[in-house]
């Protein structure tokens, strides 16, 4: 097992003037182009009710602020935390509120919305921040957080194709004496890395406050679909390291590993309206 730690300054990644003023939950992935695309949640009011489109970002490299090119998923309705995944020649958008929403594209540019179906699926299980990661040459595993026991907690789905999706449990949840209780439960922006055979869960830990707005809880596991139950300082699972961060991606690029942060313009952020970026390095114990 090693332990991520950022090892750099914080530097702007992305700052979008024209449709929005701050970035929140992100999604970072390289296009058919060859630059990295950032699709994000964004509006000008700073309210959720009216994130109802992901402001587009690219790049040709992460090591420079990324130019804005305009506005996806534009449809009218709430858009929260999308998560990009390429499969074949595709790539697909996973994004929330419940239900699950869907779009594919070729491109990056044009996206087709698509049916999705989660099945089984639990109530109040699956409500936003999806994650999706490929575990093998036939597997795919979504991890989207919701409500279990009215605590917060990281479902987990699984898929060969990436439209029909099997509930299969709870990767991780709230035991009764985690530390943090809102309504929602506390946990955002579940990331998941592989890194020689071990799997790190990567989460926001959140009431909103200003206090807990930036904290990362990482967790490790050899098996990516079962994290255990969280408790704070009492019995379960213990996270391995905090981190600074909200709605948190990783990022690789050869054997280099980045993290990045963002959020509201109310926050104590690095840079007010923007995604920043550092470098992440991992230490054995």
Sequence with gaps: ??????????????????????????????????????????????????????????????YEPMREVGRSIDRGTLAWAPCVIK??????????????????????????????TLNNEPMMGAHRDHFVLQVSENEYLMYVVGVYNQKGAVSCFSSNNLLDWDFIGYALTSGDEAPLKPAWGAIESPFVVNKDGVYYLFITYTDCSDETYNNTLVFASDNPKSFGEYNGEGNGTKPITKLYGHASEILKVGEDYYITTCGWLSKNIPHKGAVSIASLKWKQI
Aim: net charge negative.
């Design 87 to 116: 499969k074949d020649e595709n790539f697909y958008m996973f994004y929330g509120p419940s239900p699950t929403s869907l779009a594919v594209s070729f491109d990056m540019y044009e996206w087709f919305g698509t049916k999705v």
């Design 1 to 62: 097992m090693e332990i991520p730690y950022i090892s750099g300054e914080w530097k702007i990644l992305f700052a979008p003037h024209d449709n929005g003023n701050y970035v929140n939950d992100h999604s970072i992935v390289v296009g058919p182009d060859g630059n990295w695309h950032l699709f994000g949640i964004t509006s000008f009011e700073g309210k959720p009710s009216h994130e109802r489109y992901f402001v587009h970002g690219v790049g040709k490299t992460l």
